[in-house]
């Protein structure tokens, strides 16, 4: 593959200026990129019509799509069903709705329609969180405890699901059935971001198989191979990276989500493109999203 430390530099897609930019999803069916600002409690979009945006009564962090016109859209109590041109919310099932301390961060749909979804503290407070499972309807609990649960994704041979949790500066894999995409036995450590004195964020796999990690903090999204090797890097001119999708034509363009959150004032100004959405050509291709079923 291409070094993606050689490509062309990235470029803004949307300029608003996101809390905490999170959860990019790369809409198939509408060829339309969809993200979050979970701490203004909104999800955006632009398309040739612009941007638009729907407001929530909660933190919102992570979406999956439905149909042409309809996302699963992950908040801090529910996954509910949200329809993109009514702007109508079904609720498909709750999510730690018990427990006020916490919302929904990472989240992305597996191969079998099924959709993982981490939770953690409002506050990042340690062990809180955890990594569940939506599957036709049912939402069971799968690895905890979590802190900052992220990097939820899968490569395209659908033998492992990986997540990592932010706090503990680790990316772990699990094997998953066959048939039904359920984990099998324990989760295995990928890669060790504390060697690396990186922090990992949100993730996802390209067409080949090698993994793409935001890392916050760092400005920059970084490729490593199918065990855990370097590839390289795209520098992103934002300190807080947070999300990476693929999308766009041929799904070659690398979309990615910063954000403002716990940045000074003084690295803002040095910094003013801080929580906008970017996108960059990394001369790779991406999968397209998998579809929930609900």
């Known amino acids: 593959m291409t070094d993606p430390a050689l490509t062309a530099p990235p470029r803004v897609f949307d300029d608003t200026r996101c809390a905490l930019g999170e959860g990019p999803l790369w809409h198939p069916e509408r060829a339309q990129l969809f993200w979050f600002d979970i701490l203004n409690r909104r999800l955006l979009t632009r398309s040739a019509e612009g941007p638009k945006h729907w407001k929530f009564d909660e933190h919102v962090s992570a979406a999956g799509w ?7 859209v992950a908040s801090e109590t529910s996954l509910s069903v949200l329809n993109l041109e009514t702007g109508e919310k079904d609720l498909a099932a709750p999510l730690e709705r018990d427990n006020p301390a916490t919302r929904s961060n990472d989240g992305r749909a597996d191969p079998w329609g099924g959709f993982w979804i981490g939770t953690m503290g409002k506050r990042a407070e340690p062990a809180l ?19 900052i649960s992220n990097a939820i994704s899968f490569p395209p041979d659908r033998r492992h699901g990986y997540f990592a949790d932010t706090a503990a500066r680790k990316v772990w894999r699990v094997a998953l059935s066959e048939t039904d995409g ?3 036995g324990e989760p295995e450590v990928f890669i060790d971001f504390a060697a690396r004195d990186r922090n990992p964020d949100g993730a996802v796999f390209d067409a080949e198989g090698n993994f793409w990690c ?18 390289g890097h795209v520098p992103i001119p934002a300190r807080h ?46 999968q397209a999203e998998h579809r929930v079923i609900l």
């Open 66 to 72: 439905v149909d042409a016109d309809r996302l699963l």
């Open 129 to 147: 969180g955890a990594i569940y499972r939506y599957y036709r309807g049912e939402v069971r609990q799968l690895f905890a405890p979590i802190t």
């Open 182 to 184: 359920w984990p099998r």
């Open 214 to 231: 935001a890392e916050w903090g760092a400005s920059r999204v970084s490729a490593y191979d199918t065990r855990g090797e370097p590839l």
């Open 241 to 286: 990276t947070s999300c990476p999708a693929f999308g766009g034509q041929d799904l070659g363009t690398l979309f990615v989500t910063t954000a403002r959150q716990g940045l000074s004032a003084a690295m803002l100004e040095e910094q003013p493109l801080n929580g906008q959405t970017f996108e960059v050509k990394a001369g790779v291709r991406g």
